[in-house]
């Protein structure tokens, strides 16, 4: 799949906000979501894919036939990458990821509540909203990437999580001074 950037869309977060309902219906109890990537960012250019992080208590409790039944396609990809420097447990990397097509592209990331990979998403969203500088470098780089890259998906991600990891530090340092806790769902 051809990697493009688009300017920043105004229906993302309405596209958000329609698939969310039904990909709840899927989950256990107490499942809640939010909006999290690019898309999720005012403003910021980004493929024109809404990544949406459910939260989930147990992640073993999440049932992947009920995603399969819907069209969803489950992905391979069972844990996040590790940041450079971190020494994080298997559980806090791990991860149910799908994809959906219809009615438009979707990354769904199941998560365990209060795991590593379950907050940096959130952490690096908010702070991306809150520094239009990093987040105008950030769209930068990716535009960039995509140029260089446009049909290699392995080399765009290879460049690009480093730089999303030198920006975590960064966000973990805002979140920390300005006592961020987690939002309420979208």
């Excluded at 906000?17 to 909006?35: C, E, I, S, V």
């Excluded at 409790?61 to 844990?79: I, M, N, Q, W």
């Excluded at 799908?98 to 952490?123: C, D, E, M, W, Y």
Aim: proline share 9%; glycine share 6%; hydrophobic share 35%.
């Amino acid at each position: 799949m051809q990697i493009i950037i688009e300017p920043a869309n105004p229906s993302w977060p309405g596209d958000f906000q329609n698939l969310k309902t039904d990909l709840l219906n899927l989950l256990p109890p107490g499942a809640y979501a939010h909006h999290i990537g690019s898309t999720a960012v005012p403003g910021l250019a980004a493929k024109d894919i809404i990544d949406i992080q459910i939260t989930v208590d147990d992640l073993t409790k999440v049932d992947p036939a009920r995603f399969l039944a819907t069209g969803h396609r489950e992905s391979e990809h069972k844990s996040d990458h590790c940041p450079p420097g971190m020494d994080l447990a298997p559980h806090d990397l791990a991860k149910h990821l799908f994809v959906a097509t219809s009615p438009r592209r979707a990354h769904i990331h199941i998560r365990q509540r209060g795991a590593f990979n379950q907050q940096f998403p959130l952490i690096c969203r908010d702070y991306l909203r809150s520094h239009p500088v990093t987040a105008g470098a950030y769209e930068q780089i990716k535009q960039r990437l995509a140029g260089f890259f446009p049909e290699d998906q392995d080399a765009y991600y290879d460049i690009k999580d480093p730089v999303f990891d030198i920006i975590h530090d960064g966000a973990m340092e805002w979140a920390k001074r300005t006592n961020w806790a987690e939002p309420q769902p979208d």
